[in-house]
Structure formats: structure tokens, C-alpha cells
């Protein structure tokens, strides 16, 4: 075999060519097996493997053509397309809203039913008429006194009915009754019912008010009482308003109105001279600021002392 002489220009260029030559078929041999660039490697098909010819010629120097890759998918290749695609699907994860405290649910508000108020039934006219009485209003504790009813279609057997009793009633006539009312019905002070009915409800009329009212009282106070020489007791009173003393014995008129019925160291008994009702004071020690035992006692001169 005769050895290439690297003095000699053409035997040079023929190496230089083979070099050339030799390192394009291994760039084509990578490309065709790896690619350049691709994720994945090409499947080498089952085809009659590729020769290259690295003959060359030295008068042309041209390359032999090497065959294209056959790229055609196989049986294989088709069946495992063909496959169904398993999807197993999942529910992505959503992050749970953050809660608005100022969104709150508020129940629907349940109907109420009107109020139906019920029509009233007329109240049938009471069949006897009671218009008046007379007196119309008495004080309290004072005595027995007699009530005059006057009305409209009275009848003998009708009574007169004083705060839910029945009084002991006399029939004048078909326009008036009367009645004696005894002094503990009226006792207290408050209001009275009258009405006129038979006793068996049958006949009956409307109600009136009667008033008890509150007896005047003695504005005083008993504090204290003394006898005089003649052995006569003489009570000391004071004035509730103006804080004045007053000595007072028995039969004297206290405010032109009070009568001072008896003294004892215990009470003072006033009569009412209009309304003939005891009033009973009992002793006190009053307003001392007003009292003479609370009144500074003056100086006394002495005996000895000369002018």
C-alpha cells in the first residue's frame, strides 16, 4: 500500500478532502440518529440500514447519495394511538372564602295576622230610668242620712242598691224611691254605685256614682295641758301652719269650727259643730323652737344690787 507524501500538493488536498468528507458523514450520522434540537430521540426504524459511501473520486470528487429515513408509522406505532386515553379526573382545590363579618342572614320575618277586633254588641237600653240622687256626695263618718232616687217607671217592688247592697227602700211613687243609708256604709271615703232593680234582676236600671269624701280635720297640734287655781284643765295647742301656741279650755271654738269636747293628759277630743264628727288629737311634743319651755328664761335683778 503506497503511503500518501505530505510534500506533494495533490496527495494534500486528497487528505484534506477525506477529512471533509468524513466529518460531514458523522454530522449526517448524528443528525439521523439523535437530531439536533428534539426532546426525543426518532425511533430507528426496522428499514434496511443506512451505508454511506465514502469512495471518492478523484477527478469529479463527488459523494455517493445516501437514502432518505423512512418515517412511515407502523402497526405497532398505529395501535398504540389508537388506544383510549385514561383521564382520571380531580377537583382542583378551592380555597375557602374568607368570611365577611359584616354579611350576617337575616330570617325572613314571619306574618303576623291582623287583629280582628270583634264588633261590639249593642247593649240593650235598661227598661227603668235613674236619673238623679240626691245628695250627690256626703262626707265620711258622718251620721245616717236618707238617699232620694228620682227616675221613670218605678214600681213598688223595686229597691235601691247603695255601692252592691240592697237598702231598706220605701216607694213614693213611679218617678222616685228613697232609702236610709246607715253612717258604715260611708265610713271611708271613696266612690259609691247606685242602681234601682227588683230583687229578682228582672227590672233594672243604669248605675251612678256617689261620692264619699274625705272629712275636714283640725289643722293642730295637742302639746300640753295645765290647771289653773279654779281646778280647770286649759289644753295647749299649736297652729300646724303659722306655729302659734294657743290655750284652749273646754267649749271654746277652735277655727270657728272645732269644738273642744274634752282634755286629758293623754288626748284632746274636738267636735266638728257643722258635721258633728269627733276628732281625736293625742298629746305631742310639737315644735320646741315655738314652745315657752323652750324660751330663754330673762335675768333677774338681784336683791342687793343698788342703783
Known sequence: MQVADLNNPNDRKKLILAAVLGLIAILFLWWTFFGFGSSKPPTPSKATPLSVNTTTQAAVGQVTKVPQRDTAPSANDLAELMKPIAVNPSVPSVPEPKRNIFAFYEPTPTPTKPVQTPTPTPVPSPPVLLATVSPTNVYAKTADFTLEASGD????????FFDGREMNSKFRNAQQLSATIPASMIANPGNRQISVRTPDGRLYSGALSFSVAA????NYSYIGMFETTRRVGVAMVQDKSSRDIINVQRGDLLSGRFR??????KELVLLDANLKIKHTLAMTEGDKSSSPMARPTPAV????DEP
Open 153 to 160: 217607671k218605678f214600681t213598688p217592688d223595686m229597691k235601691i
Open 215 to 218: 272629712p275636714p280635720t283640725p
Open 260 to 265: 273642744v269636747s274634752s282634755i286629758s293628759e
Open 301 to 304: 335683778a338681784s336683791e342687793d
